[in-house]
């Protein structure tokens, strides 16, 4: 099987509980029967903020386009495009955007059950 879709394709989601209009696009997804791993589009306007959390999976995450603050384990990591990073699961992690532009990044997860 395979599948191609452009993101503008994908509808664009609010964040629930995020600050600032954070959308996410999810572009290859277990739905569309994606086996392994879920492909997800961040976009965080200028000022948009989602809060520290946690997860039991990991996160791989890809910076398109923009700047940003990821804050793990309270540690502060900024990042800008090109800038890929690793996040191990039940790590407390969050996000803000720390930039003048859209932040965008992927983020890929393992397959939600």
Same mark, same amino acid.
């Given at each position: 099987?395979?599948?191609?879709?452009?993101?503008? *394709?994908?509808?664009?989601?609010?964040?629930?509980?995020? *600050? &600032?209009?954070? /959308?996410?696009?999810?572009?290859?997804?277990?739905?569309?029967?994606?086996?392994?791993? *879920?492909?997800?589009?961040?976009?965080?306007?200028? &000022?948009?903020?989602?809060?520290?959390?946690?997860?039991?999976?990991?996160?791989?995450?890809?910076?398109?386009? &923009?700047?940003?603050?990821? /804050?793990?384990?309270?540690?502060?990591?900024?990042?800008?495009? &090109?800038?890929?990073?690793?996040?191990?699961?039940?790590?407390?992690?969050?996000? *803000?955007? /720390?930039?003048?532009? /859209?932040?965008?990044?992927?983020?890929?997860?393992?397959?939600?059950?």
């Amino acid at each position: 099987m395979h599948y191609k879709v452009h993101y503008t *394709e994908v509808p664009a989601e609010e964040v629930v509980g995020a *600050e &600032g209009g954070v /959308t996410i696009r999810w572009l290859l997804h277990k739905d569309i029967g994606v086996p392994n791993y *879920e492909m997800r589009l961040f976009e965080f306007p200028v &000022g948009a903020r989602m809060a520290p959390h946690r997860h039991s999976w990991e996160h791989e995450i890809y910076v398109l386009e &923009g700047q940003g603050r990821l /804050t793990i384990e309270g540690e502060p990591v900024d990042t800008q495009a &090109g800038d890929a990073l690793f996040i191990p699961g039940d790590i407390i992690h969050g996000y *803000e955007n /720390t930039g003048n532009t /859209t932040w965008k990044f992927l983020c890929i997860i393992p397959k939600r059950k």
